[in-house]
Nanobody, 122 residues
Framework: QVQLVESGGGLVQAGGSQRLSCAASGRTFSGYAMGWFRQAPGKEREFVATHSWIPGNTLYADSVKGRFTISRDNAKNTVYLQMNSLKPDDTAVYYC???????????????WGHGTQVTISS
């Protein structure tokens, strides 16, 4: 089992920055791909970014490419999502997930946090 707890959400003005953190506990963190997903009201959960267990191996959704950066610190069992140039369309609940596959698909992730709300005001 892996337990995931997100933090860092809140209200930010458009154009601003925010950093989300996800602390993991339980089984070996370094062996999992770590992803960030988000879900806006009335929409399906969508992929944002993922970082494999290999340093520097990352994937991003087109909508956030160039604005968001995912990173992980295996020594701290933590994955981060640095979000810059935020837009109102980025408003959503952001979820951290851990999975055995380096993937953009929600069903490839076995463990999920409870989410943190990010709201971008225009």
């Amino acid at each position: 089992q892996v337990q995931l707890v997100e933090s860092g959400g809140g209200l930010v003005q458009a154009g601003g920055s925010q950093r989300l953190s996800c602390a993991a506990s339980g089984r070996t963190f370094s062996g999992y791909a770590m992803g960030w997903f988000r879900q806006a009201p009335g929409k399906e959960r969508e992929f944002v970014a993922t970082h494999s267990w290999i340093p520097g191996n990352t994937l991003y959704a087109d909508s956030v490419k160039g604005r968001f950066t995912i990173s992980r610190d295996n020594a701290k069992n933590t994955v981060y999502l640095q979000m810059n140039s935020l837009k109102p369309d980025d408003t959503a609940v952001y979820y951290c997930a851990a999975g055995a596959r380096y993937s953009q698909r929600t069903y490839d992730y076995n463990y999920w946090g409870h989410g943190t709300q990010v709201t971008i005001s225009s």
